[in-house]
């Protein structure tokens, strides 16, 4: 377990916080682009939701913001480090000081209120006159990529991160758990951008697969703005009527285009 004495050991901890995290996007980047073989192209059939090509230097552009957002990110860490160690949050490490169910269900809970902070910051994000000093700089990403998932303004990006800090402040999470919420975002956040669709035919009509946000779900949003604003899960998107008309059909051809087609 990290101790933290001193301004060595603070400084130590922070670049190796840096390096996971960073190292981390640009692991789950390459995976995803090597992996699955991302095309960067159209992959849309539709003529409605015609994606442009990717600008010219679009992938260093996002680095570089995604750099800066693990920055913020690393320094909001170093905080709830310090606060754990002084005692004020609710992190434990003796996976039996409650149920063993509570080790799911507390991400679940995790999860949900995430959800729900970031898809009513991001409806507030879209106002006129907030969007171009907060979000503008994600949107820059029309055709998206792994490479665009932390690509935000330094503002969003420490909107975006205080959330999990301040609950581990109220709710109870094994440190394990935490560890776990943090993989599972930037995973989330790498397939959402990923602009190619990796769930199989029919996933946007199946039991669990309907609640997921994935790559044809998360393209729509940047590409037509006004839909789809959720970040792991459709259900904000449901019940508020937000998510894109169009999202069935494109998944639709989008899936049944990876089957056939192109190397
Ligand atoms: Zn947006
Ligand atoms: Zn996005």
Redo the contacts with the bound molecule.
């Keep these: 377990m990290i101790q933290i004495t001193g301004p060595a050991t603070f400084w130590l901890t922070a670049v190796l916080f840096f390096i996971a995290i960073f190292g981390r996007y640009v692991l789950f980047s390459i995976v995803f682009w090597w992996v699955f073989k991302v095309s960067m192209k159209d992959q849309f059939a539709s003529r409605e939701v015609q994606l442009r090509p990717r600008k010219a230097g679009q992938d260093w552009r996002e680095i570089g913001w995604s750099a800066v957002t693990s920055l913020i990110f690393t320094a909001i860490a170093m905080g709830v480090i310090l606060a754990y160690q002084a005692g004020f949050t609710q992190i434990y490490t003796d996976i039996h000081r409650y149920s063993l169910l509570w080790y799911p269900v507390s991400i679940l809970v995790v999860l949900f209120i995430h959800e729900t902070y970031y898809y009513w910051l991001h409806r507030w994000m879209h106002q006129p006159g907030i969007y171009r000093w907060v979000h503008k700089t ?1 949107h820059d ?1 029309l055709t ?1 990529s792994p490479w ?1 998932a932390f690509s935000f303004h330094p503002l969003e990006s420490t909107l975006q991160a205080i959330i999990i800090p301040a609950l581990t402040f109220v709710i109870p999470l094994h440190l394990t758990a935490v560890g776990l919420i943090l993989i599972l975002m930037t995973l989330s956040s790498a397939v ?2 990923l602009n190619t669709e990796i769930y199989p035919k029919n996933f946007d009509h199946h039991w669990l697969g309907r609640w997921l946000i994935g790559a044809t779900h ?1 393209s729509l ?2 590409t037509q703005f006004r839909f789809n604003y959720g970040l792991y899960f459709t259900f904000w998107d449901k019940w508020m009527k937000t998510e894109s008309p169009d999202f069935h059909r494109t998944f639709g051809e989008k899936t049944s285009n990876s089957i056939s087609s192109e190397k």
Excluded: F, V
């Design positions: 994600h990403s998206t665009t959402n951008h998360h949003h940047h």
